[in-house]
């Protein structure tokens, strides 16, 4: 059986058996909009080129729901648009280019939604992906392709989905926008994104903000994710569950936060390189930690360049075990009248590596303070400061390692020089202090040089 269109006209379709139905026009395909009791609408192909939705379900629609395939593109509205109902939904078709969203799922109580097709949106203002409101049930995206071009729109934006269990698996989630945020999920909800080949780049537009929700145990892996002038690039903020992972990238230039991260209590692995302009902190890590025996790890593999307001770690040491701070791929921080590196208030630093170097003028450039270092260190070539009242300063930062300045092991201040400051360094109650190749030049003489 052939049909242009399967419509509700405007009332409950109680409860409805439909199968070995293909549905093909060049106007909207489905409406099934204002509820039914149950029943089941199996189709075939369902295709669509035109109107405002594709596929639109919704009211207090029990009625369970599939396709086998076809391409739904060309919708001012959204290629597949589900508001309310707790029957099955599922469709296994092409979504194609349309001005309106790829697909929009609201107000859902309970049941499934599976979109197991490929979606290959164009580069326009329209095709994101939009779900909110919804109180129960789960909602897959499993094709290998999931391209996702908004421009200045948001792409993937999930918002308040209590109870709700959001995955996009089988990787191939390419989302790219301008000014638009990447990938957003707030408020509410359980969200996973795995496999391989899953990428955000942006211009202007936060790449991935993750904002009081819970990930799911098999996590959020992107392979990379990309800004060029984005205020925040990456945002984490009161997330807990499985791990964040995003394996490569670049974040440049951001003018408030290159990563911000607070009340974390998950593990999280940031590989992107990552630059502040003068306005803003390249790292922000604030208020985590967790339960677990051991806490949360926190890793920034990328190199960090900060010529703004610095590096700052502040009160992770929350839920009983803390978080573990790793730099590893790099720091080149040059915050002039800013702290370069401020670790306070609990938790555990690590840096690593062989080039790191912290430079201020006015501010301090090396500031730990009731934070342990870890059993690591905190390795630098170089740390610089002219002008501060204390260049470094160590307070209570544990018996497991300490401070090693190295230099190039041969010429004197090559380990950076400390000059014109109230101290030079101040040491209280730290361990394994190493400071080679480094020159202090005129303290106050009513403090001394170290």
Known sequence: MCSSDLDDSGASVGTLNISDTDVTGGGQAINLTHGGTGGTVALGT???????????????LATNFSATGGTLSG????????????????????????TGFSAQITGRTAGSVTLS????????????IGISNNTGGTIDFTGTTK???????????????????????????????TSGTGVSASVAGTYTVTGSGNTISTTSGTALNLSHVTVGSNGITFDSASTTSAATGINIDTVSGGAVNVFGGSIAAATANGVTINAAQDNISIASTITSTATGHSVQVT??????????????????????????????????????????????VDSTTHTGLNATNGGTVNVTGTNNSLNTTTGTALNVANTTIGSSGLNFHDISANGAATGINLNNTGSTAGLSVT?????AGSGGTIQNTGQGA?????????????????????????
């Open 147 to 177: 391209t996702i071009n908004t421009g200045t729109q948001d792409a993937v934006s999930m918002t308040n989905n209590a109870n709700t269990t959001v995955d996009f698996t089988n990787g191939g989630l390419h989302v790219t926008t």
């Open 426 to 450: 101040v040491i209280t109650n730290s361990s394994a202090l190493s400071l080679k190749y480094m020159n202090f030049t005129n303290p106050n003489s009513t403090e001394g040089t170290v």
């Open 75 to 98: 919708h001012s509205g959204s290629e597949i648009n589900i508001t309310g109902g707790s029957g099955n939904v599922s469709y296994a078709g092409t979504v194609g280019d349309g």
């Open 287 to 332: 208020n985590s930690g967790s339960s677990a025996a051991g806490g949360n790890t926190i890793t920034f593999s990328g190199l960090v360049t900060d010529p703004g307001l610095g590096i700052n770690l502040d009160n992770n040491d929350q839920n009983a075990h803390g978080a573990t701070i790793n730099f590893s791929g790099g720091m080149n």
């Open 117 to 128: 097709g490929n979606i290959n949106d164009g580069a326009d203002s329209g095709g994101g």
């Open 46 to 60: 369902v295709s669509s080129s035109g109107g405002v939705n594709g596929i639109a379900l919704g009211g207090a």
């Open 407 to 411: 230099g190039d092991n041969s010429t």
